[in-house]
C-alpha cells in the first residue's frame, strides 16, 4: 500500500514539475509526513526525513522536467548559470539550520508556507514585469535567498524563482522552464546536505541514508520520470487557470491539516 502510495505521489510530482515548474516539494513534504506519522516513524524526525526525500526525488523529478522544457527551447541558460552558484550556497547553508531545528517548527513553518502558496496561486498574484534581468551578482545573490528558504521546506524553489523572473520581463513560460533547471541545483546539494546531516542521527529507520528513505525515493523517481514530460507538454497545450485554483484550494487543505495536526 506505501508502495502504491509513493507512486501516485511521483506521478503527481511530475505532472507538477512540467505544469508550474515546481519540482513537486510542495505535495511530496506533506504527504510524505503524513505517510511517516502513520508508519510510526519518530515524531522527532519525520519533518526532515520528509525534506530529504523530497529533495533527492526533485533531482529525478527535474531531470525530466528540464529535459522536456529544454527540447522546447524555453530554458534560458545564461540566468541558470549565473543564479547556481547562489543557490547552492543558499541550500547548503539553508539545510545545516532546518536540520537543527525542531520538526515541530519546521512543519509549523511549512504549514504557513503551503497556504500562502495556495493563496498566490488561487488568485494568480504574479508580480509586475518591472525591471530586466540584472546582472549577474544580483542573479546570484537571489538565488542564496531562494536556495535558502527552499532548503526549510523541502521544495525545488519554484513557486520563489518563477514570480522572480516574472519580474524580470521572462514570459512565463520561459520563467517555467528556467525554474525547473534551477530546481535541479536546488534539489541535488539540498539532498546531500540533508543526507550527511542525518548520517550520525540516531532511531531512523531502516534503508534510510541520513534524512533520505529510499523506498519513497524509489517509488516517487519512478512514477515522477514519465510523467514529468506529460506536465511540460500540456503546459505547452492548456489553459492552466481553473487546474492552478483547484490544485490551490488543495494546497490549503493540506496547509490546514499540518498546522492542526502539530
Request: proline content about 3%; glycine content about 12%.
Amino acid at each position: 500500500m506505501d508502495w502504491l502510495l509513493f507512486l501516485i505521489i511521483g506521478a503527481f510530482a511530475g505532472l507538477l514539475a512540467g505544469l508550474f515548474g515546481v519540482g513537486g516539494g510542495v505535495i511530496i513534504v506533506p504527504i510524505l509526513i503524513f505517510i511517516f506519522a502513520q508508519q510510526g516513524f519518530d515524531a522527532a524526525l519525520l519533518v526532515h526525513l520528509a525534506i530529504g526525500t523530497s529533495f533527492a526525488s526533485i533531482v529525478v523529478t527535474s531531470c525530466g522536467s528540464v529535459t522536456a522544457h529544454h527540447r522546447l527551447g524555453n530554458v534560458n541558460w545564461s540566468v541558470v548559470k549565473a543564479m547556481t552558484p547562489g543557490l547552492v550556497v543558499g541550500v547548503s547553508l539553508g539545510s545545516v539550520i532546518a536540520t537543527e531545528l525542531a520538526g515541530s517548527h519546521l512543519q509549523l513553518a511549512i504549514a504557513v508556507f503551503l497556504m500562502l502558496v495556495a493563496v498566490q496561486m488561487f488568485f494568480a498574484i504574479q508580480p509586475q514585469a518591472v525591471f530586466g534581468l540584472p546582472r549577474r551578482s544580483i542573479l546570484a545573490g537571489s538565488g542564496v535567498v531562494i536556495g535558502a528558504v527552499s532548503a526549510f521546506f523541502g521544495i525545488g524553489g519554484g513557486s520563489l524563482t518563477v514570480p522572480f523572473l516574472a519580474a524580470c520581463q521572462q514570459a512565463m513560460k520561459r520563467a517555467v522552464a528556467t525554474s525547473a533547471a534551477c530546481g535541479f541545483s536546488i534539489a541535488l546539494f539540498g539532498a546531500l546536505a540533508y543526507a550527511f546531516k542525518g548520517i550520525s542521527v540516531s532511531g531512523l529507520p531502516p534503508l534510510t541514508t541520513g534524512y533520505i528513505y529510499w523506498p519513497a525515493f524509489v517509488g516517487i523517481a519512478i512514477a515522477s520520470i514519465p510523467f514529468t514530460r506529460v506536465g511540460a507538454m500540456l503546459a505547452e497545450r492548456v489553459a492552466d487557470k481553473i487546474l492552478k485554483r483547484g490544485f490551490a484550494l488543495f494546497l490549503f487543505f493540506i496547509g490546514l491539516q499540518l498546522l492542526l495536526a502539530r
